[in-house]
């Protein structure tokens, strides 16, 4: 992974080694209004979770907020990457800190609170189910009963479902909702996740190619209610930008036998 700008590091808060705990990472982009609320919310969500923040240097100063919080609060990981590369890596470098610091659970919440830190014990719990075997990906899951939507337009209701629909029958990954970026990886897969794209598609990617390792996938239902504070980031280029790799992964299932992209 690219060196990390800044990070500052969990003291043993807990008493708990890593492998015990769980790594909660947040992808950041001018989040300004959203970090620090969302620090308190996923320390207070659960005794077991640790934070780890991977900002993109954004402009608006997201990254020195968290920063400064660190400096005060052990189970907050703060990484600061330069120039804003891209949703896929900071995914990608937020997993492989957390497997390189030991932690064998992760859990992908975005910042802006569309995703509940309340439903993580939840998720968590979904991993070992008596009398099942243990999912690799647990995805907190807007399609199915008991899960949805609150406050999203029409055509972003259109464009979801959309991928999904694409995620479900062309790529052939056995989930409902293959988009969703609130879920637990276990981090014995992440060698399955190879060439990873830089943009939103690493969700359906993640998924696409863990499920291709023989990967077990899990979905649980949760709400998802569109952001109150600070703005989508998932502009026409990135939208442009996540059909492109779509199309690519599908190439890829049905007429290519190699390596996956
Ligand atoms: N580090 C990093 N985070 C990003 C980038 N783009 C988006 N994010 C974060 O990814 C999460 C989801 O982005 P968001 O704008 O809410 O997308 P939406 O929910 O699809 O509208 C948020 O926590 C963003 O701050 C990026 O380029 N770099
Ligand atoms: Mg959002």
């Not at 003291?11 to 890593?18: R, V, Y």
């Not at 020195?64 to 189970?75: D, F, G, K, V, Y």
């Not at 330069?82 to 957390?98: K, N, P």
């Amino acid at each position: 992974m690219m060196p990390a700008a800044s990070a500052s590091s969990r003291s043993d808060a807990s008493g708990l080694p890593p492998a015990d705990r769980v790594l909660v990472i947040a992808a950041t982009y001018q989040e300004a209004e959203n970090v620090l609320p969302l620090v308190d919310a996923v320390m207070a969500a659960d005794p077991r979770l640790d934070l780890l923040v991977v900002d993109d240097d954004s402009p608006d100063g997201t990254g020195t907020l968290a920063q400064e919080r660190a400096a005060a609060e052990p189970r907050l990981i703060v990484m600061i990457r330069r120039d804003r590369r891209g949703l896929g890596s900071a995914v990608r470098d937020g997993l492989h800190e957390a497997r390189r610091r030991g932690y064998q659970l992760a859990v992908n919440i975005d910042a802006d609170f569309s995703h509940d830190p309340t439903d993580i014990p939840r998720l968590l719990a979904a991993v070992a189910l008596p009398g099942e075997p243990p999912a690799d990906v647990v995805i907190g899951s807007r399609k199915i009963p008991g899960g949805g939507v609150v406050g999203w337009p029409l055509s972003r209701h259109l464009l979801s479902r959309l991928v999904c629909w694409w995620t479900r029958w062309i790529l052939r990954v056995p989930a409902r909702d293959g988009s969703s970026g609130f879920r637990v990886i276990r981090l014995a897969m992440l060698d399955a996740i190879q060439q990873p794209t830089e943009g939103y598609a690493i969700q359906e990617q993640m998924l696409w190619q863990i499920h291709r390792a023989g990967g077990l996938i899990r979905e649980v239902p949760i709400i998802f209610t569109d952001r109150e504070r600070g703005v989508s980031k998932a502009d026409l280029r990135q939208m442009y930008k996540g059909s492109c790799d779509l199309l690519r992964f599908a190439w890829a299932t049905w007429f290519s036998t190699g390596a996956q992209p």
